[in-house]
């Protein structure tokens, strides 16, 4: 498990408008395409340097591609990443402060002392 791909994943497709409508729009095809292409690039490097050793667990995959927030805070990506880019592909289906209230309601179950989420 790599808490630092997942954060990376979140981090990188929040940061991109066009990135959050297609992992909106094809999960699957989005992470199958983001985990071959970007997973091994460097954050915020200006050489073309990459790394072949990180990939997703089937878990982080499934939780990745079914949009499954509560899954992925378990596996300890950052709730703060897991948040902003899920307001930005769901909040627009719901009224004001509905989605931000739904995502709290499905970690309701949840009770400290929370997964590790340092990286």
């Not at 790394?51 to 992925?72: I, M, P």
């Amino acid at each position: 498990m790599s808490k630092y791909l997942l954060d990376k994943f979140l981090y990188t497709v929040d940061r991109d408008p066009a990135l959050v409508e297609r992992y909106r729009e094809n999960p699957v095809s989005t992470v199958s395409w983001w985990e071959r292409e970007m997973a091994g690039k460097l954050l915020n490097c200006t050489v073309d340097e990459r790394t072949t050793w990180l990939s997703f667990t089937g878990e982080e995959r499934r939780a990745l591609r079914e949009h499954d927030h509560v899954a992925l805070f378990e596996l300890g990506a950052h709730p703060f990443l897991t948040l902003t880019l899920f307001i930005a592909m769901f909040e627009r289906d719901h009224g004001p402060l509905e989605y931000q209230k739904a995502y709290a309601r499905a970690m309701n179950h949840i009770s400290l002392p929370y997964p590790d989420i340092a990286t």
